[in-house]
C-alpha cells in the first residue's frame, strides 16, 4: 500500500510544510491531491486527479431540509423592493431552519445599504430562539442583474 499523508499548514520559520522523504506517497495539502516520487535519477511532486488504487467516490450534497416556502420567498421578495425603493440598494435576509420541525424562517440582521453594497455581521447576532438555527442568507442586487458576487463568496 502507498502511504497517504495530509500536510498541515506550514509552522517551520521558514513557513515551508514539512514534507515527508518517502521514495513513493501520496500527499494530501490545501491544493490538492499530489504524488511524490523519489529516487536516484529524480525526485517529483505532480498534482494528480486522485490516488491510484482506491474507489472513485465522486462529490454529492444531500439537503436534509424542504424547500423554502413560496410564502417566506415572498416576503423577502417584499423586502428586496421596499428596500430598493426607498434605498436603491441591495439588502439581505438570513434563512433560518430547525432542524427537527424542519420549518423555516427569515431574520433580517441590522446592515448598512448603499448602491451594490450590503454589509452586515452576524456575530453580533444573539442565537436564533427554539432550536433554529442559521441555514445561509439571499441578498438582492438591486437594479442590476443576478450574478455571482464577492457578497456570495464572503457568506
Known amino acids: 500500500m502507498v502511504p497517504i499523508h495530509l500536510i498541515p499548514k506550514p509552522t517551520q520559520p521558514d513557513g515551508q510544510p514539512a514534507l515527508p522523504s518517502d521514495a513513493l506517497c501520496y500527499l494530501v495539502g490545501g491544493d490538492g491531491v499530489f504524488k511524490q516520487v523519489r529516487?536516484?535519477?529524480?525526485?517529483?511532486?505532480?498534482?494528480?486527479?486522485g490516488v491510484g488504487g482506491l474507489a472513485e467516490i465522486g462529490e454529492t450534497a444531500v439537503l436534509n431540509v424542504p424547500k423554502l416556502p413560496d410564502r417566506l420567498l415572498r416576503q423577502v421578495e417584499?423586502?428586496?423592493?421596499?428596500?430598493?425603493?426607498?434605498?436603491?440598494?441591495?439588502?439581505?435576509?438570513?434563512?433560518?431552519c430547525n432542524?427537527?420541525?424542519?420549518?423555516?424562517?427569515?431574520?433580517?440582521?441590522p446592515q448598512e445599504v448603499q448602491g451594490l453594497h450590503v454589509k452586515y455581521d452576524t456575530s453580533k447576532l444573539p442565537d436564533p430562539p427554539g432550536g433554529f438555527q442559521r441555514f445561509g442568507s439571499i441578498h438582492s442586487h438591486a437594479g442590476i442583474k443576478a450574478f455571482h458576487s464577492g457578497t456570495d463568496d464572503n457568506d
Do not use: Q
Open 99 to 109: 432542524p427537527a420541525t424542519k420549518d423555516w424562517r427569515i431574520e433580517v440582521p
Open 39 to 49: 529516487n536516484d535519477f529524480y525526485a517529483v511532486r505532480l498534482k494528480v486527479g
Open 78 to 96: 417584499s423586502f428586496f423592493v421596499a428596500v430598493y425603493r426607498e434605498h436603491e440598494s441591495e439588502a439581505v435576509v438570513l434563512l433560518l
